[in-house]
């Protein structure tokens, strides 16, 4: 599994409200930029993938 995120569905105008709730700090913000995930510390929990509004964030096989 990964977490990816669909920058297409990013605003990319805000700073990302699920950064806030990753519980391991996976999440990463350059600027307004749509968020990457850092994949050695993701623990696949879900958090960001549920809290986004924009349904951007997705996990995938
Ligand atoms: S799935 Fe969980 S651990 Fe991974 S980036 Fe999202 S909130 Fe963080």
């Known amino acids: 599994m990964k977490i990816s ?3 297409n ?3 990319q ?3 990302c409200p699920s ?3 990753c519980p391991v700090g996976a999440l990463e ?4 930029d749509a968020p ?5 510390k993701c623990i696949k929990c879900n958090k960001c993938v549920r809290y986004c509004p924009m349904g ?3 996990i995938k096989d």
Request: glycine share 4%.
């Open 56 to 58: 951007a964030i997705l």
């Open 5 to 7: 995120v669909q920058k």
């Open 13 to 15: 105008n805000h700073s």
């Open 29 to 32: 913000q350059n600027g307004f």
């Open 9 to 11: 569905r990013c605003p």
């Open 19 to 21: 950064i806030r709730v």
């Open 36 to 40: 990457v995930v850092d994949e050695d």
